[in-house]
């Protein structure tokens, strides 16, 4: 299967809270990245890591990666009623240029 | 950055028949993916569509259900053929910047009757 695992598959928090979701993944990677989907259309990138770095900071977002773990998180602080989307990891195998996506969570953020 | 314009946004066919899904970009890529999300699941990986050459397929997909052109590095087209109902999904034009960022199409929806 092409696909890596996220969970939780779906999350509801209060506006104001902060959101975590998880991604594992199978194979070696050259960096994973995150992205989001709203209404089921186009994605959006939001952040990259590479293999050798652990953690990363973009604005509200914190990204951490243990390879030894094959697995990733994404921290999205003091959420907002926007932040209601699908989020998805992406990884990029040393094979080539492909990139894979994880099954995804649906958050909901509740004003 | 790369935006991308992708056409049909959205169709109904029937059993059958084909549809043929373009994908312009803005600007040069080497790199251009074809992906199928299924509704309310994850985007699975058709092809790369490779300038001057055959695309290169995932398993589970073939070139004659899924011809793709890429005449140059700012076109490419996906043909979903002999379309079932099965074939009812969005379909996602892709392409790799410099930068390691995937930049989306806004997808093309499609209801096989």
């Known amino acids: 299967s092409q696909q890596g695992e996220e969970d939780p598959q779906a999350l509801s928090i209060q506006e104001g809270e902060n959101a975590t979701m998880n991604c594992s993944y199978k194979?070696?990677?050259?960096?994973l990245q995150w992205y989001r989907q709203n209404s089921g259309r186009g994605l959006v990138h939001l952040i990259l890591?590479?293999?050798?770095?652990r953690e990363k900071h973009s604005g509200r977002l914190r990204v951490t990666l243990d390879t030894s773990k094959k697995s990733s998180s994404l921290l999205i602080t003091a959420s907002r009623a926007a932040d209601t989307a699908s989020y998805f990891c992406?990884?990029?195998?040393?094979?080539?240029?492909?990139?894979?996506f994880g099954t995804g969570t649906s958050l909901t953020v509740i004003p | 950055s790369a935006v991308i314009s992708q056409k049909p946004s959205r169709d109904i066919c029937q059993r059958g028949t084909s549809l043929t899904i373009q994908c312009q970009v803005d600007?040069?890529?080497?790199?251009m993916f074809w992906y199928r999300q299924q509704p309310g699941q994850s985007l699975t990986l058709i092809a790369t569509?490779?300038?001057?050459?055959?695309?290169?397929?995932e398993s589970g997909f073939v070139i004659d259900k899924f011809p793709i052109s890429r005449p140059n590095l700012t076109f490419s087209t996906l043909t979903v053929s002999n379309m079932s109902p099965e074939d009812s999904s969005i379909y996602l034009c892709?392409?790799?910047?410099?930068?390691?960022?995937?930049?989306f199409g806004s997808g093309t929806q499609l209801s096989v009757l």
């Open positions: 892709s392409v790799l910047t410099g930068a390691e960022k995937l930049f």
């Open positions: 569509a490779n300038q001057g050459s055959e695309a290169t397929y």
């Open positions: 992406a990884t990029d195998p040393n094979t080539g240029n492909q990139f894979y």
């Open positions: 194979t070696s990677i050259n960096n």
């Open positions: 890591i590479r293999s050798n770095e």
């Open positions: 600007s040069q890529v080497t790199m």
